[in-house]
């Protein structure tokens, strides 16, 4: 057995520590795979090797009767927990992806005729724009050219505007073609760190690659009591108190909103135009839950089209919007698959961007094939058109049946109020809590909404993301769920839900 000396001596002989390794890198914080979501996995893991408590009543490597958990409720948690997991299930029955990529996997299948023609003339592309007609080969660092063209096509069809295939730029998942572009603005101005407006609450990616990239994080609030709005007094404030101590440069829009689920209206994307055209903001507009909008008088509008119709100088402002097959009704999250376009940029920086993805040689070709099936899917008349489009809405009509279930259900819970679910796949209610529970949880040195997110995952073994992990207002709690779970199961997990929450308030009365 090593004694603390012989750690110590093991210790300094590595050329890496954390006395001298990156410092960003030890303050980043994601919280939809933080230590909550590893907590879940643990339970689950126990479940997964099939051990019980009562086959002796040993307590588990996890350190709880394992007789606390229901086999169902290990399941809730995994489905409950980020948008990955429990998404594949939904996702399979999407037909058009995976044939598409069984073709290009395996080209034999090409002479299987239970792939349709437009099936095959799809794969047939995607295997034409790689080298050696194959997908292990290497693609140019923006993505394949047809699959870029598609997605200009797409972004014209929905905006009624037309798209230039160069300015889109593919990717491993959105997240890779934020950070690309991110990663331009680290320069320090006048002795000052660039900074980046964020919405606070936030989708965790935006704090973790602010701290990692040593940017500023100038968080603005969202408005609650306005299903989410984004008040431009609210822009004013924040950017006024940001430049006593950084050099704000970019704004994050996320829209429809993760983990808070509205959708912008045109007037309130205007406004926030103008703003950013005021203060010489970069845009960022996180647009990954576009196909996702569920309530009456709810539309997406682009961030591009808006700007574009609002004429000069608007239109030559500098803008990135995001989309990934990850999200919306695809859920394909483990293929990687997601695109950029980036309009008005300065054409010297333009030509750096495209220096800096070349070194991360190519996004994943089977993500780019995922999202060509998103941009380019069947049209009226082809072999796949009826089935494509009879699973698609099958999915989002799912979804938008329990987007009001969860909304509905947590606003007649006791203490517990929840906007309506416009868009995107979460919801983001808040809790009341006794003083009790706020008291032990300081004590703790943990946020209230940390503590509840606990005790629910321990007892029930549902789990969510406590409020404190993207960020709310001081002094109110909330946390994130997942639509995701299929009805039947999501109505189980809901009133399950309803019952920790009474056994809680009792608890702490």
């Known amino acids: 057995m090593s004694t603390t000396a012989d750690r110590r001596a093991a210790a300094a002989a590595k050329c890496l520590t954390l006395d001298n390794m990156n410092p960003n890198i030890k303050v980043m914080e994601y919280a939809v795979r933080g230590p909550l979501v590893i907590r879940a996995g643990e339970i689950a893991h126990v479940y997964d090797r099939g051990s019980?408590?009562?086959?002796?009543?040993?307590?588990?490597?996890?350190?709880?009767?394992?007789?606390?958990?229901?086999?169902?409720?290990?399941?809730?948690?995994?489905?409950?927990?980020?948008?990955?997991?429990?998404?594949?299930?939904?996702?399979?029955?999407?037909?058009?992806?995976?044939?598409?990529?069984?073709?290009?996997?395996?080209?034999?299948?090409?002479?299987?005729?239970?792939?349709?023609?437009?099936?095959?003339?799809?794969?047939?592309?995607?295997?034409?724009?790689?080298?050696?007609?194959?997908?292990?080969?290497?693609?140019?660092?923006?993505?394949?050219?047809?699959?870029?063209?598609?997605?200009?096509?797409?972004?014209?069809?929905?905006?009624?505007?037309p798209a230039d295939w160069q300015d889109v730029i593919l990717s491993a998942g959105a997240s890779d073609g934020i950070k690309s572009v991110l990663k331009l603005l680290i320069e320090d101005v006048d002795g000052k760190k660039p900074g980046v407006l964020i919405p606070i609450p936030q989708y965790p990616l935006y704090s973790a690659s602010l701290a990692e990239f040593n940017m500023e994080q100038i968080g603005y609030y969202l408005d609650e009591s306005k299903q989410w709005g984004l008040p431009i007094s609210e822009l004013e404030r924040s950017i006024t108190e940001a430049r006593k101590h950084c050099n704000p440069r970019a704004i994050v829009i996320i829209n429809p909103g993760n983990p808070t689920g509205q959708v912008l209206t045109k007037e309130n994307i205007q406004d926030i135009i103008k703003f950013a055209h005021r203060e010489k903001l970069f845009l960022f507009a996180d647009e990954v839950y576009q196909d996702n909008v569920y309530a009456e008088g709810s539309k997406f509008y682009s961030f591009k089209k808006v700007l574009v119709?609002?004429?000069?100088?608007?239109?030559?402002?500098?803008?990135?919007?995001?989309?990934?097959?990850?999200?919306?009704?695809?859920?394909?999250?483990?293929?990687?698959?997601?695109?950029?376009?980036?309009?008005?940029?300065?054409?010297?920086?333009?030509?750096?961007?495209?220096?800096?993805?070349?070194?991360?040689?190519?996004?994943?070709?089977?993500?780019?094939?995922?999202?060509?099936?998103?941009?380019?899917?069947?049209?009226?008349?082809?072999?796949?058109?009826?089935?494509?489009?009879?699973?698609?809405?099958?999915?989002?009509?799912?979804?938008?049946?329990?987007?009001?279930?969860?909304?509905?259900?947590?606003?007649?819970?006791?203490?517990?109020?929840?906007?309506?679910?416009?868009?995107?796949?979460?919801?983001?209610p808040q809790m009341k809590l006794p003083a009790k529970a706020i008291a032990k949880a300081k004590a703790e040195g943990k946020c209230p909404s940390v503590l509840y997110a606990f005790e629910l995952l321990e007892r029930t073994g549902i789990c969510i993301v406590p409020g404190a992990g993207f960020g709310q207002v001081p002094g109110t709690y909330h946390f994130r769920t997942t639509i995701l779970p299929q009805p039947e199961k999501l109505k189980a997990m809901l009133e399950k839900f309803r019952e920790f929450h009474e056994e809680f308030l009792a608890k702490y009365k």
């Open 309 to 428: 119709e609002m004429g000069e100088p608007y239109k030559s402002m500098e803008l990135a919007s995001f989309m990934s097959c990850s999200k919306g009704y695809m859920g394909e999250c483990g293929l990687r698959g997601g695109y950029s376009e980036v309009i008005n940029l300065d054409p010297g920086v333009k030509a750096m961007l495209h220096k800096s993805i070349s070194a991360m040689l190519c996004p994943t070709v089977l993500g780019q094939t995922v999202m060509d099936c998103v941009v380019n899917p069947p049209q009226p008349g082809e072999p796949s058109y009826e089935q494509f489009s009879r699973e698609k809405q099958s999915v989002l009509d799912s979804l938008k049946q329990r987007a009001k279930m969860v909304a509905d259900t947590f606003n007649s819970i006791e203490g517990m109020s929840c906007n309506p679910v416009q868009g995107a796949m979460y919801a983001f």
């Open 52 to 161: 019980s408590c009562r086959c002796g009543g040993k307590m588990s490597h996890v350190g709880q009767h394992e007789s606390e958990y229901q086999s169902d409720g290990v399941r809730r948690a995994r489905a409950a927990g980020h948008s990955g997991r429990g998404n594949r299930k939904r996702a399979a029955k999407l037909s058009l992806s995976l044939q598409v990529l069984a073709l290009v996997s395996l080209p034999q299948l090409f002479d299987d005729p239970r792939f349709p023609d437009d099936v095959k003339q799809r794969a047939q592309a995607v295997l034409d724009g790689c080298r050696g007609q194959s997908v292990g080969s290497y693609t140019d660092s923006p993505g394949i050219e047809i699959i870029r063209r598609h997605v200009a096509q797409y972004i014209s069809r929905r905006d009624g505007q």
